[in-house]
């Protein structure tokens, strides 16, 4: 059993014998027992950890209930997102103050140049879910999805309450004359995705297998048995996850497949509920694409699947293929609407009845592009794709850079606005409207920030790294203006799957602004944020270009006078944990502290174990180091469970950053686990370093669901990082 711990001795996780053997060679684990969640003392030293955790931050417990108190001072606790138009109603969330869970309502819409409803909910209001209500009693709570009925009358949604991303699925009558109890039934285990008939007898929905990989669509008709539920269609490549939704004009459910490097999908008339899926383009190797589908506004002839592909790209182009081509597979049934650009990376394509929208990013930095298409009475052609777009296209202005723009809730095909999104490190996000027409911009809202928030005290800018082999790595920096620099710095990290960190704000990161420290993202390769090729440059065997990316972004903040020698702290979660982890091992001299959350640190043992939920998907990813001898042995020079050490390369003892750690016991994505053994095993190498395990013991993933307790987390967080950076007081 671990030992009893006290704020100056941490717990001890026992070493029991264990040799892991691949390609000839052998690892001794002896922290490999910690996987078994069903033993006593795996539990036993869980807790343990979590309670020295909580002695050992004890000194900081005023300093972290200040930290809450002020983030929750700066956010409007009641407060309503910007309602959605979607046929007769405005659909929206709200929240109230004290409650940790969102309000699901929506309310009556006007005409068609109404704006969006603001202000109180009034009387007109119908709550649709109240997930306070749905979460008395639970200790975690989450909805999966949730999905309002064609003809509004129903509404579909799905909840957790383990954090093991398993979901059971309820409906609930939204009209007054529907007879109570008409679908009572649960569906149980279901995974993310829903998607509604035309005629609302019938609902699509995933099933998960043994590995928590969404392989199954399956059909349940509304008011029956779940257990007469049918099988639509089975994933057996286990490469592959499956999803589903509808598209935005509603005419088909979208059945997606997709592995890390190849998609398919497949579709399904939303009339025709029980027609076969219909394979829109065949799969191949390599080869990915999304669909989305539009009918022209006013113009006969039918609608068209537009299709966002890699193929012959690398940084995508747009295809188009009227319906009657569905299920063809002729060389000549799609055809090219948007050429591929090299260097700017189409990350979404919309469809709307006047209009394909484009998402695009290039030199780190997004945009949206609006394309209008041939359509309505008087046009000389029934084809909508017959103009040069790109010639007609405009740019919806963006703030100065660093800055992210995004196209926002846009439910409605044939709308005359746009939803737009904006925000930078410094300015709080805003919801616009943006005319098609004349590109008219109203400001339907900017997140509030109470208190004496002015974002003229801040400032924003770009800088360069340069890492070994020449590439410039960009880095966004914020900070208060007229700080006196170099100063304590916060580096924050991810460089996995082409996940962008793009510029934004946040309220909680004014609790380190206001104190001095400068807060900078480090755009590594691995995310999106330079395209295509950032991305290819990033994973697989060019991975360790992630680490020293992340490595040349804090050496040069600090050569060039941003943040302070010996005053550093990094920061990432999962695939970002990673990252955090092998810098600690390759570079832990520059820096102060290290925070990881539920980090990914023991890659090469779970990825070798093709039985643990999402291993063989992440293959594409990573490496297969089970079946390539090359990649087992690229993955260990950089796996920081496998690296750590209890000395430098000069033979003195290693000390490594301040780690503060967390976990979740029901993690289906990174299991508590890594991070648990990452900590053991740091504790016997390397005693004096100051290390920290904080594991949610009823959460997964994404920490505690309910919104005060994420604040709280995220205060020990900065508290700690503060901490360690010698700040307490705002500056």
Known sequence: MPSEPDQHTPPVAPRHP????????????????????E???????????????????????????????????????????VPARRGPWWYYTRTEEGKSYAIHCRRPARGHDEL??????????????????EAAGSEYFAVGSAAVSHDHRWLAYSTDRAGDEKYELRFRPLDADIVPGTAPEVVPETSYGLAWSAGTDVIFYVRMDEAQRPHQLWRHRLGSDPAGDELVYEETDRRFSLGTGSTRDAAFVLVGLHSTNTSEWRAIPSAEPLAAPTVVMPRREGVEYAV???????TPGGGWFVALTNDDARDFRVLAAPDSELGSHEPGAWREVIAHRPGVRIEDVDAFAGALVLSERAEAETRVQVLPLRTGPGSPSTDPF????????????????????????????????????????????????VRLDDRAETLLKQEPVLGDFDADRYETYREWAVAPDGTRVPISVVHRKGLALPAPCVLYGYGAYEMSIDPSFSHHRLSLLDRGVVYAIAHVRGGGEMGRAWYEDGRMEHKANTFSDFIACARHVTERGIARAGALAGRGGSAGGLLVGAVANQAPELFRALVAQVPFVDCVTT?????????????????????????????????????VSGTNPDGSDRLYPDLFVTAGLTDPRVAYWEPAKWVAKIRALSP????????????GHGGPSGRYDAWK???MVLAFLLDALGVRDPG
Do not use: C
């Open 688 to 699: 004096a370093t100051r290390v920290l395990l904080r594991t949610e013991l009823g959460a």
């Open 116 to 133: 969006p409803p603001a202000g109180e909910p009034g009387e007109e209001e119908q709550i649709l879910l109240d997930e306070n209500a």
């Open 386 to 433: 017959a103009d040069d777009l790109l010639a007609a296209g405009w740019i919806v202005p963006a703030p100065a850079s660093p800055s992210a723009s995004w196209l926002g809730a846009n439910p409605e095909p044939d709308s005359p606005v746009l939803r737009i999104g904006r925000t930078t490190m410094v300015t709080p996000s805003s919801v616009l409207q």
């Open 713 to 715: 987390e995220e205060a």
């Open 607 to 643: 990825m070798l174990d093709d039985e643990l939920p999402l291993t063989v998907g992440e293959w594409e990813e990573w490496g297969n180091p089970l079946a390539d001898e090359a990649a087992y042995f690229r993955m260990l020079t950089y796996s920081p469970y496998d690296n």
């Open 292 to 298: 989305d589908h539009l009918t022209p506004a006013a």
């Open 39 to 81: 033993d006593p003392e795996v539990l036993a030293y869980l807790e343990a950890e979590n309670a020295f955790t909580e002695t050992a931050t004890a000194p900081l417990a005023g300093f972290r209930d200040a930290l809450f108190e002020e983030m929750k001072a700066r956010i409007k606790e009641t407060d309503m997102s």
């Open 18 to 37: 264990h040799v892991i053997t691949a390609h000839g060679d052998e690892r001794q684990d002896p922290w490999f027992w910690l996987r078994d969640r």
